[in-house]
């Protein structure tokens, strides 16, 4: 059985609003919710998705969403957890630029979710800004389920495929380098991880 970080009230209440946000609603769910589809791992609290201009204008009539300048998102508080809402060229805070997570997509449990590498690529962009806090925990568990089922080729390509800026290499560089330790050797060597007892390895992200 997983480890759970948040009350299961809360992940309940959680899931009952994404199920019927996807009745009504066309998004990318990234965050916790999607590391859960592929993994089916810790449930997440907070909503994450990426959504276009035209359904940010539904979404902000019907749930009174909030824009959040500092941290480049939208969102609404409910009973315990948080809707944020990330959109496309504005939420630049992002380990990867959202506008090419709307098209760059599959489906996993019914959701529309960005392949794994992406989805991998944006919880080490959170982890290595919150790693000392439990959200930071969840994002290192959330890690570690998905990282098996990275493929090493594509996670290479990754900073053409998405159009990742120099700023955000270097960031995926430092979060990459700071998780080596944290992992085992067979994850490291499967996904390309530098051995952290090495200062010059050969391994880590080909980017």
Not at 29 to 57: E, F, H, M, N
Not at 93 to 117: C, K, M
Request: a positive charge.
């Amino acid at each position: 059985m997983s480890q759970e970080f948040y009350h299961p009230e809360v992940t309940e209440r959680s899931w009952q609003l994404l199920q019927r946000l996807r009745g009504e609603f066309p998004f990318t769910l990234i965050g916790g919710w999607a590391s859960w589809c592929y993994t089916q791992g810790p449930k997440s609290r907070d909503i994450d998705v990426i959504v276009d201009y035209p359904t940010l204008g539904t979404l902000r009539a019907q749930y009174g969403l909030v824009k959040n300048d500092r941290l480049r998102k939208y969102e609404v508080r409910f009973d315990g957890f948080d809707l944020d809402v990330y959109v496309e060229h504005y939420s630049t805070t992002l380990a990867v630029p959202p506008e090419r997570l709307l098209t760059l997509t599959t489906s996993v449990q019914g959701f529309t979710v960005p392949p794994v590498e992406a989805l991998v690529a944006l919880k080490l962009g959170a982890w290595i800004d919150r790693r000392t806090s439990i959200h930071g925990e969840k994002d290192l568990a959330d890690i570690r389920g998905l990282l098996p089922l990275v493929d090493r080729d594509r996670w290479g390509t990754l900073p053409q495929d998405y159009g990742l800026s120099s700023t955000q290499v270097a960031r995926l560089r430092q979060a990459w380098t700071a998780l080596a330790p944290l992992m085992s050797r067979r994850v490291r060597e499967q996904v390309g991880l530098p051995d952290p007892r090495r200062s010059r390895s050969p391994g880590g992200p080909r980017f």
